[in-house]
C-alpha cells in the first residue's frame, strides 16, 4: 500500500497564475479530504467527497479554490487565480468513509505564491 | 457542535521522563477520538483511536490515551519520552454523525531535550 500521494511535494509560482494539486487515494477508500495548513490559522479543512460527491465545502476560501474527484482513486485541487496569501502546506487524506474511520494523509504540497 | 481544546501549546520534556499532552473535547453525540503526530514536513499519522469500546487505548511507538468522559478528556501518554518523539500532536474529535465532521485541536508541539 503506497498511502495517499500527493503531487508535486513544492510548487512556487507567481501571483495570478493557476496552480493544480493532485492527490491519489489509497485503494479501497471513498472519502477524500483536502486540508490546509499554516502557522497563523492550524489545519483548515476546504472541502471533503464521498463516493465522488462533494459532501462539504463550506471550507473553501473562495470562488477561484475549486476542487474535483473525477475518478473514485484521484482528486485535484485548483486555485485561480493564485494569491500570496494562498501559501500554506495543502494535504489530502482520505478514508474508509465510515465516521470513526481514520484518515490517511499525504506528505503534502509546499505552495508558495510570490 | 463539538470542539476539541489542547491545553499546551508547547511541551518539553527530558528523554527517558513520561510525556503527558493534554486534550478536552465537548461533542453533543458519542464522539470518536484520535491522537494524530505530525513530523517535520510530513503529513499527519494515526498515533491511536477511541470508538467507544475499552477506554484505555494503545497506540503505536508506545503511546495511550484513556477516554474519560466525566472529565471530556483524552489525555495522551507514553512512559518514557524517546527523542524521536519531538513532532506536532493532534487531539481530533468526530461525532459520529452520518455527516462525517471532523475537529482538529491546535496542536501540541512536543520537545525532547537530550
Known amino acids: 500500500d503506497a498511502g495517499v500521494i500527493q503531487s508535486p511535494r513544492h510548487e512556487v509560482t507567481e501571483m495570478g497564475q493557476e496552480v493544480t494539486l493532485r492527490c491519489k487515494l489509497i485503494?479501497?477508500?471513498?472519502?477524500l479530504f483536502w486540508y490546509r495548513q499554516t502557522m497563523m490559522r492550524g489545519l483548515e479543512l476546504l472541502i471533503y467527497?464521498?463516493?465522488?460527491?462533494?459532501?462539504?465545502d463550506s471550507g473553501m476560501p473562495e470562488d477561484r479554490f475549486s476542487a474535483k474527484m473525477p475518478n473514485a482513486s484521484f482528486s485535484t485541487l485548483k486555485i485561480q487565480p493564485s494569491e500570496p496569501r494562498d501559501s500554506a502546506v495543502y494535504f489530502c487524506a482520505s478514508s474508509l468513509g465510515a465516521s470513526n474511520s481514520p484518515l490517511h494523509f499525504g506528505n503534502g504540497t509546499r505552495l508558495t505564491v510570490t | 457542535a463539538q470542539s476539541v481544546t489542547q491545553l499546551d501549546s508547547h511541551v518539553s520534556v527530558s528523554e527517558g521522563t513520561p510525556v503527558l499532552l493534554r486534550c478536552n473535547y465537548s461533542s453533543s453525540y458519542s464522539p470518536s477520538l484520535f491522537w494524530y503526530v505530525q513530523h517535520p514536513n510530513k503529513g499527519l499519522q494515526l498515533l491511536l483511536k477511541y470508538t467507544s469500546a475499552a477506554t484505555l487505548v494503545k497506540g503505536i511507538n508506545g503511546f495511550e490515551a484513556e477516554f474519560k468522559k466525566s472529565e471530556t478528556s483524552f489525555h495522551l501518554t507514553k512512559p518514557s519520552a524517546h527523542m524521536s518523539d519531538a513532532a506536532e500532536y493532534f487531539c481530533?474529535?468526530?461525532?459520529?454523525?452520518?455527516?462525517?465532521?471532523?475537529?482538529f485541536g491546535s496542536g501540541t508541539r512536543l520537545q525532547v531535550q537530550p
Open positions: 467527497f464521498n463516493n465522488n460527491v462533494p459532501i462539504d
Open positions: 481530533v474529535v468526530s461525532d459520529q454523525t452520518g455527516r462525517r465532521a471532523l475537529t
Open positions: 485503494s479501497g477508500h471513498n472519502s
